[in-house]
């Protein structure tokens, strides 16, 4: 159930444990040493009974009488002094504690809890249990805007309450192992900040798709179906992100799509109005201006540098360049980018969708990125983070943002070398400048040893849940400034829904169990809904499973775009044909259905063209043998004798060379008479 109660400081007195024996039933033991943080305390169990060791357990607060105040101790560590346990007979222990605050009371008597402590304790002082009083000044965030999230550990008749300006204010992280109730917990904050808060609305970047179930009646849910996120909001360093599909992009590609991309700007501009022009005239569009731009623009241009006599070293980037974009187009998981709704200037309507302004009663926005390729999630996450930073410093406090970073160690893990530095930045300004225009950060992790100190340190609020790995312990503890390794000592055992809470919004650190949400709320993965599924393995088609793997039903629809651009194309061409004077017009070939497809016919196949013997002029006969005798080979194709009366040369005789056959031969046969 979902507790809606605000928190009501005790009186003095109400509810104390007291029985009706003697006034000394809460004695425990008395002070044997005291430092300046912590005091061990000895207490003796008479005769080997247990019933005064059962008042002692670690994380329990106790009260140390100091004159008229009482010092409040948490109880980290016990243990006997001689290690063994005496039946029978009396028992000597020690107590170990911390020393957080004293209840001071005023010469009116009124009592108030404050966590400096004016008179430490002295040897010999006595300790008691705690009263349920001081419990409740303890742990009494104050009035109006505090509410309720669950009961302490140690007492479950006391409110844990927190104060919620506080923890929105200066940011807040819940960190915990998987399974130990973080979305349920998170869950049970947001409902809690919107009802103290109207003008909040919240933006969740949901990577598992599981908190639009935990707000049916608060939240809107955008995914890639229903996502409409403009390219052109993209600054150049997340475009690029997109383009090479998160890899490192090519500098000299890098430096090319700085330079298209104002003139692809400027060449939308001029196709809007007058005044529009003169509007932006007053401002230099740059590669990160936020201005609508048509893909066909940006191709054409790319396509008129490529076609530029000079320049030729720069042609295998621009052609490289212009494949990474035409494939990205193409890719129908970009739908959401590069959909016939994102060529035009639709900056509004994206704003007011995402950041739900006006909100209609659903001031909650769960961004469902599980749909969306994971090259591209950083670039999503970084433009989110940067826009609602924007819109809060531009509304001038007239609406308080908060952005929930659920698995953060994504985004701004604590190696600089991983991750997308845009998004880094993006929410490390949410971290250290947020506060001033009004824009919250609620960082979500299981790893918190992985993700980015110097932002979890900013988080004044933190909820640490069951934490099982040491590193992920140690980071809680150094990140918590006024916390020590007694305090979060037991991190590791407790159990699924508690929480040991720090920071602004409470006073002291306490350990707390969160309420439990109605099954209605509860965040769970849109594939894990309550209807099961009629099919098994044996019954599911595969092929469906296969299709939506591929996204091939949910294609981008880009004939406008190709429309676009074969238009910009064509008046390119019309240009260059204009500026050289040429007006010869551009070769269009038939349409296909003008004549009807004619039948196979051997003729038609190219052919090795034949010559006609007798369109080749004679060759002497004569010249030809003494060729053939030159060269010792015989005739290939045997000609016919001519019509003359000339005797033949007749071939050389074996033996003989070239010379000797030519001087046997008379002079007269090596001429033609005629």
């Not at 002295?122 to 309720?148: P, Q």
Request: with cysteine.
């Amino acid at each position: 159930m979902l507790n809606n109660d605000l928190h009501a400081p005790g009186k003095a007195g109400e509810q104390d444990r007291r029985d009706g024996h003697t006034p000394g039933n809460r004695f425990l033991g008395r002070v044997v040493a005291c430092s300046g943080s912590r005091a061990t305390i000895a207490a003796v169990a008479e005769q080997g009974g247990t019933d005064l060791t059962e008042l002692w357990s670690v994380g329990r607060l106790i009260s140390i009488s100091v004159g008229r105040n009482r010092v409040v101790a948490l109880v980290y560590q016990m243990n006997t002094g001689s290690h063994a346990w005496g039946e029978g007979e009396d028992n000597t222990f020690r107590i170990e504690t911390e020393l957080l605050g004293e209840v001071r009371v005023d010469e009116d008597g009124r009592e108030e809890f404050s966590t400096g402590i004016s008179r430490y304790p002295y040897l010999g002082a006595i300790a008691h249990r705690i009263r349920s009083a001081d419990l409740m000044r303890i742990y009494d965030a104050g009035e109006g805007t505090t509410a309720v999230i669950g009961k302490l550990t140690q007492d479950e008749s006391i409110d844990a309450a927190i104060h919620i300006p506080s923890m929105l204010s200066k940011h807040f992280a819940v960190v915990g192992s998987t399974g130990v109730g973080k979305s349920t917990a998170v869950s049970l904050l947001l409902h809690k900040a919107i009802s103290a808060d109207p003008k909040l609305r919240v933006l969740i970047l949901d990577p598992h798709n599981e908190f639009a179930a935990a707000f049916p009646e608060h939240a809107v849910t955008i995914d890639t179906d229903t996502l409409d996120l403009p390219f052109w909001l993209m600054r150049l360093e997340e475009f690029a992100e997109v383009v090479f599909r998160g890899r490192p992009p090519v500098p000299e590609e890098l430096d090319m799509l700085r330079d298209i991309l104002p003139e692809a700007k400027r060449a939308f501009r001029g196709s809007d109005n007058s005044l529009v022009r003169r509007t932006t005239e007053k401002s230099s569009i740059t590669a990160d201006t936020p201005v609508p731009y048509r893909m066909a623009d940006l191709l054409a241009l790319i396509d008129e540098r490529i076609g530029r006599l000079e320049g030729r070293s720069e042609k295998p980037f621009l052609r490289s360049l212009k494949m990474r974009l035409i494939a990205a187009i193409n890719d129908p998981r970009y739908h959401f980018m590069f959909s016939n709704n994102t060529i035009s200037d639709t900056i509004t309507e994206t704003i007011a969708q995402i950041f739900r302004i006006p909100g209609e009663n659903r001031p909650i926005c769960t961004f469902q990125l599980a749909g969306i390729p994971s090259e591209v999630v950083n670039s999503v996450a970084s433009v989110l983070c940067r826009m609602a930073f924007e819109v809060a410093l531009w509304s001038e406090g007239a609406i308080h943002m908060l952005v929930v970073c659920e698995e953060a160690h994504r985004y701004i893990p604590s190696d600089p070398s991983l991750g997308f530095v845009p998004t880094r930045q993006a929410i490390a300004r949410i971290a250290k400048e947020g506060r001033k225009y009004g824009v919250s950060l609620g960082i979500i992790t299981q790893r918190p040893g992985e993700l980015d100190q110097t932002i979890l340190s900013q988080c004044s609020t933190l909820f640490a849940m069951r934490l099982a790995n040491d590193r992920d312990q140690e980071i809680i503890r150094s990140a918590i400034p006024n916390s020590s390794i007694s305090t979060t000592s037991f991190i590791s055992s407790i159990g699924n829904g508690e929480a040991i809470a720090f920071g602004e919004a409470i006073s002291v650190p306490m350990r707390m169990r969160f309420s439990r949400v109605d099954e209605n709320l509860l965040p769970k993965a849109s594939s894990a809904n309550s209807k099961q599924s009629e099919e098994d393995p044996d019954t599911v088609d595969l092929r469906k499973i296969v299709t939506r793997m591929r996204a091939v039903t949910v294609g981008p629809d880009i004939s406008n775009f190709q429309q676009s651009y074969a238009a910009s194309v064509a008046s390119l061409d019309e240009a260059d044909a204009a500026d050289e004077d040429r007006d010869a017009k551009p070769y269009a070939p038939p349409a296909s259905s003008a004549a009807p497809l004619e039948t196979y016919r051997r003729e038609l196949l190219p052919q090795t063209p034949r010559l006609d013997p007798a369109a080749v002029p004679a060759i002497d006969p004569r010249l030809d043998a003494l060729r053939r005798e030159m060269r010792r080979e015989e005739p290939v194709f045997p000609r016919p004798a001519p019509a003359t009366d000339q005797p033949a040369i007749s071939r050389r005789e074996p033996g003989t060379s070239l010379r000797e056959s030519i001087l046997k031969k008379p002079l007269s046969s090596l001429y033609n008479k005629e």
